[in-house]
DNA sequence: CGCATTTACTGTCATTTGGCAGGCACTGTG
DNA sequence: CACAGTGCCTGCCAAATGACAGTAAATGCG
């Protein structure tokens, strides 16, 4: 497997050329993930800034109640992050698990660390991913509170589809921030 | 008005020693708003990174079906910021108003690219607080799916019981993801 | 293969929340 | 003062969702 997709992508941002975006990617070091692995586990200290390959993931936590709230779902072709544990270097709230086979390229923080300082265009991207991170989970709160769990689900759908693939029906549902059951129902219906 | 506040909170990260924080704190000019005013507008590209000495503002958006839903209340000595608009250059979604007579220091954009691509420690800084940002957000969302309404509320004046003499009932009901209705019954009880 | 486990769906009923309308108190204005 | 405007509360009913239990299909494993 090649760094290909990688370079692609620090490209994708317009601002990163591709002798850069090579030099970037030179200490990214492989790395893989069986079904079901997982990434990150509440309680470690997240060191992995992975770009993902192939595969998917989700994030979840467990709540006051006990239950397994997803709260994330990680698409081939993007980075998977948890920003809280990775860059403040606390223990983390969350798990970050393989739902399918993974394969991507991986910093620890003190490599991210090295190369946020050392090279500018790669700070402004990694700002970038935060604020994106930051606007797309304002967008989901949004959702939360003016759409009703039907609308939820077929916004989902839309923009989607393929995720619909890898994850289970009671993932979907609490990442939806409703039961399995009413999800369920409003599938039927 | 000092900047003496500002250095503080500057200082307060542990990253950032005294002299460094003046040299920071010196682009910042200071900035008031008067009750009601707009800090940003949606359509508009934010260029304000400002840190608010006194007062409070809150950030709302206008739903799919025109009502006004509020999405983050800013108390003293916090920054106010919007980053998707403000880093991305692009128009913002949300408004900022004051809530009450505000004060505090400013940056714009370009201020602030300078002092981040120059000031590692600031860097890290501002990299914190979006961090620290997403992981608030985070945990709201994961409130929304965990606790009732009725829990929600009592979260918030657990936490932050300030808040409630600066906001309306309906700023606060919007805020939970519940209707003014709704709130009016579970303060009632 | 047989068996246990997990997953998704469904029915019934209780609870939560929204929608709407009305009432009361407060505020600013001519 | 009279008046309109606004904010907050309340009552009534409907809709949305949760809780629980049971079933059937799919899956994993010895």
């Known amino acids: 497997m090649s760094k290909q997709q990688l370079h692609q992508f620090l490209q994708s941002t317009g601002r990163i ?17 069986a079904r079901g692995e997982l990434l990150l586990r509440q309680g470690q200290v997240s060191n992995d800034y992975l770009f993902l390959d192939a595969g998917w993931l989700r994030a979840f936590v467990l709540s ?4 397994e709230v997803s709260t994330t779902f990680y698409q081939p072709g993007r980075m998977v992050l948890e920003p809280a544990s990775f860059f403040t270097r606390a223990p983390a709230q969350e798990n970050i698990q393989a739902l ?10 003190q490599q991210f660390n090295e190369l946020f300082h050392a090279r500018p265009e790669f700070r402004e991207f990694g700002r970038g991913l935060l604020v ?8 989901r709160m949004l959702e939360m509170v003016t759409l009703t769990a039907a609308e939820r689900y077929a916004q989902l759908l839309r923009t989607s589809p393929a995720l619909m693939q890898h994850v289970s029906v009671r993932h979907l549902a609490s990442y939806l921030g409703i ?11």
């Open 100 to 109: 399918t086979d993974c394969a991507g390229w991986c910093l620890t923080f």
């Open 17 to 33: 050329g591709a002798a850069d975006a090579a030099a970037i990617a030179e200490p990214f070091v492989a790395k893989t993930l």
């Open 179 to 189: 039961t399995d059951t009413s999800l369920s129902r409003i599938r039927k219906g």
């Open 64 to 67: 006051p109640a006990g239950q």
């Open 132 to 139: 994106h991170g930051f606007a797309n989970l304002k967008a």
